[in-house]
C-alpha cells in the first residue's frame, strides 16, 4: 500500500467550477501537509502547506485536512484555465522526508 | 535572485556511463533534496541533506551517489546508468522543511 493514494485522474471541469482534488495517507505520524502545483515540463511550486486539521485558505484555494480521517483536500474556487496543470499532495513527519501522491492532471475548459 | 538552479536540463546517456547532475541554491537553505519523477509514480525522494557533510538515504537510492561540501550546492552522481533511470530528476532546498521545498526546473535524463 502507497503511503499516500490521489487520484491521477485527469480531471476536466468546465470555467468557473469549483475544483476539488484528494488524497488519503496511511501513516498518523505525518503532521504536516502541502499542495504542489506542476505545469507541464516545470518543476513544482508550493500552493499551500498546514499541519493542523481544519480549513487554511488563500485567495480562491482551500486546503483542508481531516486528520481523523488521514484525508486532505485541495478546492479551487472560481477555476482558470491557468490553474490547468497537475497537482500533487505531499505529506511529511518532520522536515527532511516528503512522501508525494501520484498526481492529478487538472484541465479546466474555457 | 536564482532560486534553485540545475544542469543540465536535458541529458542522453549510454548504458554504464558515469554523469553529475548538478544543483546549486542561493537563499541559504539547510535542507536540499533529490527526487525523480516517473510517470505514475509521483516524486520519490533518492537522497536529501540537512546540511553541508550530513546526506542521507531516501526512498530509492540505489545507483546514486551525492555529497554536500558546501551549504549552497548539492550535486547528484550516478555512478553507471542504466536504462531504469531514465526519469526526471528535481533537485529542492527549504530552510525548514515542514513548510514546503522550493524545487529546480528539473533535468531530463534518458538512457539509452
Known amino acids: 500500500q502507497k503511503e499516500v493514494e490521489q487520484d491521477p485522474g485527469p480531471l476536466s471541469v468546465p470555467e468557473g467550477a469549483i475544483v476539488s482534488l484528494n488524497c488519503t495517507y496511511s501513516?498518523?505520524?505525518?503532521?504536516?501537509f502541502m499542495w504542489y502545483r506542476q505545469y507541464s515540463r516545470k518543476g513544482p511550486e508550493l500552493l499551500m502547506y498546514?499541519?493542523?486539521?481544519g480549513n487554511k485558505e488563500d485567495g480562491r484555494f482551500t486546503a483542508q485536512v481531516d486528520k481523523s480521517s488521514k484525508y486532505i483536500s485541495l478546492f479551487i474556487r472560481d477555476s482558470q484555465p491557468s490553474d490547468s496543470a497537475t497537482y500533487l499532495c505531499?505529506?511529511?513527519?518532520?522536515?527532511?522526508?516528503?512522501?508525494f501522491g501520484q498526481g492529478t492532471r487538472l484541465t479546466i475548459n474555457p | 535572485n536564482a532560486g534553485v538552479t540545475q544542469t543540465p536540463k536535458f541529458q542522453v546517456l549510454k548504458t554504464g556511463q558515469s554523469m553529475t547532475l548538478q544543483c546549486a541554491q542561493d537563499m541559504n537553505h539547510e535542507y536540499m533534496s533529490w527526487y525523480r519523477q516517473d510517470p505514475g509514480m509521483g516524486l520519490r525522494l533518492i537522497h536529501y541533506?540537512?546540511?553541508?557533510?550530513?546526506?542521507d538515504q531516501g526512498e530509492v537510492p540505489n545507483g546514486y551517489n551525492v555529497s554536500r561540501s558546501t551549504t549552497e550546492d548539492f550535486p547528484l552522481r550516478l555512478l553507471s546508468a542504466a536504462p531504469s533511470q531514465t526519469s526526471v530528476y528535481f533537485c529542492?532546498?527549504?530552510?525548514?522543511?515542514?513548510?514546503?521545498?522550493?524545487f529546480g526546473s528539473g533535468t531530463r535524463l534518458t538512457v539509452v
Open positions: 541533506s540537512v546540511g553541508a557533510g550530513i546526506t
Open positions: 529542492a532546498s527549504s530552510n525548514t522543511g515542514i513548510y514546503g521545498y522550493t
Open positions: 501513516n498518523s505520524a505525518f503532521q504536516y
Open positions: 505531499a505529506v511529511t513527519q518532520g522536515a527532511q522526508k516528503l512522501v
Open positions: 498546514t499541519y493542523s486539521s
